[in-house]
């Protein structure tokens, strides 16, 4: 049975507007389906913070007084839940399956809901790679981060085999990242300047053939 959609958690800072994020969906020279987000720095958040962060996302944060799964306070309208199927010998980190379930912009055509590997984590950034039907390799989601003044760049780029995403809807008109324009999720949700903040997925840059618009949308 599929988890209900919950209600958003109603958290207290600013969430970065969409028009701050560039985003763009093309196919590259090997018939892939790719997707990319290019965020805003993260202000005062560091490449070990990231790693920190991805190593330790059981148990709950608090937010006025109410305990919330952390990975539903990182994405707090999209994310539904997540668990581990598998940690290896040496902690949560490479070699760990996480099972995701998010829904992108809330929108129910955009349900994700995976088996994932995890197949890197470091101070360079993280990758996984999901599995529909059991299977993998039918998608990847690089995530690379690197430290800038005042914070750190965080990009996502997304690749999925093209007869792979017909089967599994995903095309590029109806691809979670189309959804932006309607304003779905832009990835990794950091504090602005003055405000508080929350981390979400940070999608990174390939060569833009086709840029999608972003409205100036809250992306909270």
Request: proline share 8%; glycine share 12%; hydrophobic share 35%.
């Amino acid at each position: 049975m599929t988890t209900p959609l919950p209600e958003p958690i109603p958290v207290p800072w600013t969430m970065k507007p969409l028009a701050s994020a560039e985003t763009s969906l093309d196919f590259d020279e090997r018939g892939r389906l790719r997707a990319s987000i290019v965020h805003d720095v993260l202000h005062g958040v560091t490449p070990e913070m990231l790693v920190w962060w991805f190593r330790n996302m059981r148990g709950t944060l608090e937010i006025e007084g109410r305990p919330y799964p952390r990975y539903r306070v990182w994405h707090p309208r999209d994310h539904v839940e997540h668990r581990y199927a598998k940690t290896p010998p040496g902690g949560d980190g490479v070699g760990s399956v996480f099972a995701i379930h998010e829904v992108l912009g809330r929108d129910p055509k955009h349900r994700v809901n995976v088996l994932t590997d995890v197949v890197r984590l470091d101070e360079g950034g993280f990758a996984h790679r999901p599995r529909f039907g059991g299977i993998s390799g039918m998608a990847a989601m690089d995530y690379t981060w690197r430290r800038v003044p005042g914070g750190t760049h965080y990009d996502e780029l997304d690749h999925h085999r093209a007869r792979a995403a017909e089967q599994h809807g995903v095309r590029a008109a109806g691809h979670p990242l189309g959804g932006l324009r309607r304003g779905a999720r832009t990835g990794l949700a950091a504090p602005q300047r003055g405000g508080g903040g929350q981390l979400r997925a940070l999608p990174a840059g390939a060569v833009r053939r086709r840029r999608v618009s972003a409205r100036a949308v809250s992306a909270g």
